[in-house]
Every structure is written in structure tokens, then in C-alpha cells.
């Protein structure tokens, strides 16, 4: 650990146990019915306090995610943080957690993510599989910094742990429905019902539709569009307290217009030749095709708990699908030929995977000594076809191609991880993973129509290549309880994420050319504290991470993507976490993340050098601040109202850092106003997002050549009602 981390986050924590013993006071002020609720978290395989866990995480429980109205991954980095998540596409998103994240990585069919889902504790591979509606959850858990000990499979960056709720003993029905602008139409269902005295099912179905956001002046249609459903069920067999049987399904399906991209140009280059008939409006596009996204996501997962004398055994075995078809109008430009550029991609892609982890939660010596050990084995098949229809003025760049890609991926690991309790406050852990990881492509670039070789293909091959990997990735940490209340820890992990192929290489001889994994330090100094007889809480994180063979995405204009171990980081930032209960009803919450996210050595080649930039989606400063009330009308039943403020400096989305290539500052406002029958049984809730309708892209490709971007935004403001019943 660097000594100026060291400086920092020492000042950090002293800072912090100095505001929270002066904002403990004296007893008289803590008032009745405010102590915050603990939050129980498995970030170590095991069911402990989010407080007593010595890693950066942020846990949402499944009340939290209602009031918020958080529905998506999108929802949860906003008030998480050093978390930023983007997306190419519904179905291939770019999460990034403190600088480190997956821009165009996840898109090809040899290529994984550094932010990885886990659903029920399931890796989730394939960007297709991951984007899913947030729905009968009992909590969401993000893990900040990698996690290769427990997690191990690509967690280089962080996690992002959805845990279902499971079915019990208490009967149950709730019904939502709901409509808002872009004539949006939403319903949900839940139930839980005991079948017997050790058999429990339950379910959950979702269903959202609304028009499009944006609209397509060429076709006449409106795109960025909505239209899912999906539904979950679960079987529980627990004929006694020592073994615990759940069998879960998952389906969703998608089908909707494409996002066709926004052309911003400027018009003082070239004669603003490049801009005519392209329409201001960043909501109205010119695209010869709408493009569509399909969808179909599905899954299973054996969930098997036994409590045997020697120790607490688990098994997950799970099966997972993802099948999506997309196509975008990449670049469309309204000018008449001979100037004339369109680009039109579509992206096929089936995945399945296959994975089995068997884990052992153990103790010893009176308890003092306590931990995990396990196996993991991740079986994948993938199989994309990337399509680039690309009409450009020059004839040696216009053409149809096509790149299959098929890869077979295996991963088998064995982790442990152990605590020993040196004292009644001083607790020694250290873990570590030993990866075993390969990786078998078919890799094919066929030219389809001419009269050229469409951009990235300078010849047709077809090339099979093997490529095998291993990794060590461990864990230490030290925690010490300086009271009941405060936790101070200092933990040091490794992470890895595996190598790869090209999914679109330009010659025979780069696709058979595997790039390398890459792997990170990080080195972390934390205090988790609560004050005033738990009514505040005060989560305090400094880091460092080290980071090596940085994979980077690279646009190559007029051409394609190129991935290549380009890069080392040095990143290093503070983040906060606070939660207050002053009196009964009322909550206030907040979060503050310093990052500076640097590219110490990053060398491109002869034509650019970026050591020194900034990595991408990493804003300096990330701002949330949130409150809600809720209060009794006496007979009359209750009320509930919450405000959420978002805000975050600028930051680049591409590692050139070119001023084309920046998302200015922006602050985002959401709002949900309750009203809740006297018996509890019906609600009525007024909900409102991105009320100051900020423009955020969520995408950027920049043509610097030409002075153009081609853009992607998030939702515009957003607003609707929903009624609720519960029985």
C-alpha cells in the first residue's frame, strides 16, 4: 500500500470516528423507534451483518428497492457508490466500478466482463443475460473492489449480487399495476403459499410496455421503445432445520424497437456538410431501419443447504440460456451520396452455461476459528454472429460481412477462506483461489456482398484456437471492533479476469491471437460504525488498486474494435456512506466518492499515446442524497413521500479522453409520493424519474475525423401512478 493511501485513508478514518463520537451527543437526544435495521449480506458465502463484513458493499434491501422504485441495474449504481453503468444495448451493458468495467469487451464471444452478476450466486456470463428487470428480490448486494477469493470468475472489478427471495411459511398475494407517460403500462404479481409444513412455493410474474423515447424521422417510428415480461417460481422442500431444498426458474422475454443512435455534428467543420438534414433534437434520429432487440433469457438452479455435525454444506447447481438477436443503425447521415455513410450492425447471439460450486462453512477451536472452502466449475458454450452492413463513398470500404464466432470456455477453481479471532475484537482472515480457465474458439469472417471488404475485414478466414490460462488470486484482511458499534478493517485482494479473442478481427492472424488476462490489486483501509443507539450509520472506505494488462476496447474509425492489453491504472479514491434515523418516520441517506482513475502506462502505438488519461465512465466526484417520510393519518392509514438527488462530475467514455468524448456533470432527481389504505391492504404511490429530464448519454462514438458523435441517451423524465394490493 502506497504511504499517500496510507496518509489518506488514516485521515479518513480518524475523521470519521471524530464526527461520529461528536454526533453521538448526549443520550437524551436519541429518539424512540429509530434504530436502523441491519442488513443480512452473504459477501462471504455466509449470512453475517453487512456492519461485521470487512469488504466496501452496498446492500439494498427488498423495501429499499420499492420506495426507491429501483428497477434496474441503472437505478442501484445511481445511489451506489463509485458505481457507473452504461449500456450499448438493452442486453450488452458496461458496468464499471471504481474506473474498472468492460466497454466492448462482453460484445464478442471471447471476451468477459470485469463487473460481473451473480443471480442467486450464480455467475452470470454474457452481457444477454445479465440487463434483467429487478423484481421479487430480497436484496441486492454490490461488491466494490475484485472478489477472487469467494467469487473468483472474472469479479475483477466488483459484483453485483441479486438474491431472490425464497418461499417460507407466510402466505401471501400482492398485485401491482401502473401507468406513466410514453403510454407506459406495468403489472406484477406476487404470492407465497405453504403447500405443507416443510413445502413452500412462491412466484412472481412482471409485464412493462411503453412507447419509444426517441423517434425515427426516415421510417416514421418511434424507437427506444419497451416491451418485457418475465416470471420466477420457486420450490422449497425443508423437512427440518438441518436441510433446506430450493428449486427456482427464471424466464424473461424482450421484444422491441432498436436505439437508433443520435447524430451530433458540428456545423462550423467542413461547411457543416456533414450535418445536413440531421435534426437537432437529440430525441429525433434519421435512420434507414428502426433496429430491434430480442430477447429471451431463462434459467434453473438447484439450491441445496445441509447442516451436518462437521459443518454447513451448500450446492448450487444451475443451467442458464441467453438467446438475443440486435441490430442498430450504427452511423445513419441524411446527406446525399456521394457522401452517403451508413452502418448497420446486428449482433446474434446463443449462450449456455453450465455451473456447479460446492462449498463447506466450517468452524473450529470454540468457534474462534471459522471459514469456507469449496470447488467451482463453469462449463460455457457461445455462439455470435456479428453482422456489419457498412455503405461507405469509398467502394473498398462498402460491403456486408459477417463474423461467427463459437467458443467453448471452461473454468474450474478451489477457493478457501478462513477467519481466526486472535481476541474478542481482533480477527485475522486470509483466503485465496487457485483458476483454472480455457478457452476453444471457431472464428470465421466471410464477406457476404461487396463490391469492397467491409471495415474491419481485410480477408475471409476461418481459424480455430485454443488458449488455456491460470490464476492465484488471494485475500488477507485484519478487522478490529474498537467497540460494539465500530468496525475498523484493512484488507489487500487480487483479482483476475480471463483472456480472450478478437470477435471481430481484420486478418486470419490477429484472430488466432489470444489477448492476455488481466489482474488488479487493491488495497483497502475502512471503518463501519453506528451511533446514537443505532439510529446513524457511517461507512467509510479509502482504496488503492493496482491494475495490469488493463483489456482495452479501442474504436478504429471506419473500421472496428480492437482489443489488446494496452494498459496499466493506478486508481485510488474515498467513498461514504451514511444513514440517519432522527426521529421515527424519517431517513435521511447519503454517499460521496472521490476517484482518481489514471492510465499510468498506456501506449497505443505510433499514431497516440494516452498515459496520463483518465480512464473511462470514472468521474472525479459522484454526489447522492436522499430523505423520506413516512407518517400515520391515524384512521385514515398513512403516507409516505421520498426524494432522491443525484449528481456526478464529467467523465470521459472513451480512453483518447478527446473532447468529443465527454459526458458533461449532471444531476438527476427522482421522486415517489404514497398514499396506504388504514388496513395496509391497498396503495396508491406517485412516482417520478429524471424529473429535471437531464440528457445523459449512455453511450458515445466519436468520429473525430468528421467532428460527429453518434450517441445513446438514458431515459428522459419519466413519471406514472401505480396501484397496489396486498392480501
Known sequence: MSRSLLKQGGSLAALSCVLAFGLAGPAHAQQEGTAIDPIVVTAQKVEQDLQDVPIAITAFSAEQLRVNRADSVLDVAQRTPGFTSTEVNPAEPNYVIRGIGTEGINSNAGGDASVVMFIDGVYIGRGGGSNLELFDLARVEVLRGPQGTLFGKNVVGGAISLVSRRPDAEPFVE??????????????????????????????????????YSFNQTTGNDVDDEDTYGFRGSLRYKPSDKFDVVVTADYSKQDQNGQ?????????????????????????????????????????LADVTWNTNFGVVSSLTAYRKADFDFQDPFFSNPVNPPTQIESINRNIESSSQFSQELRLAWSALNERLTGVVG???????????????????????TGYGSFPQDVEARSTALFGQATLAVTDRLDVTLGARMTWEEKDAHLQAIRRAGPGWPPPMAEEYNVRASKSWDAFTPRAAVTYKASDDVLLYVSAARGFKSGGFQGTAGTAASAAVAYNPEFAWTYELGIKSQWLDNSLRLNVAAFQTNHTDLQISQLVPLCCVVIGNAAEAEIRGVEAELLWRPVRGLDFNGSYTYLDATFVDFATGATANFTGNTLPRSPEHKFNAGAQYRWSLGESGGAFIRADYTYQTDYFLEASNTPLEVQDGYGIVDARAAYESPSGAWEVALWGKNLTDELVATHMTAFAPFRQQLNIYQPPRTFGVSLTFRN
Open 175 to 212: 398485485l401491482s399495476a401502473g401507468a406513466g407517460n410514453y403510454d407506459r403500462r406495468e403489472f406484477r404479481a406476487r404470492f407465497n403459499q405453504p403447500l405443507s409444513d416443510n413445502v413452500f412455493a412462491s412466484g412472481a410474474f412482471s409485464m412493462r410496455q411503453r412507447s419509444g
Open 260 to 300: 437508433v443512435r443520435d447524430n451530433v455534428c458540428d456545423a462550423t467543420f467542413n461547411g457543416g456538410v456533414h450535418c445536413v438534414g440531421v435534426n437537432p433534437d437529440p430525441r429525433i434520429t434519421n435512420a434507414i431501419v428502426d433496429g430491434f432487440l430480442r430477447r429471451e433469457v431463462s434459467g434453473i
Open 375 to 397: 470447488g467451482y466449475f463453469l462449463h460455457e458454450d457461445i455462439e455470435r454472429d456479428e453482422q456489419l452492413d457498412q455503405r461507405f463513398p469509398a467502394p473498398a470500404q
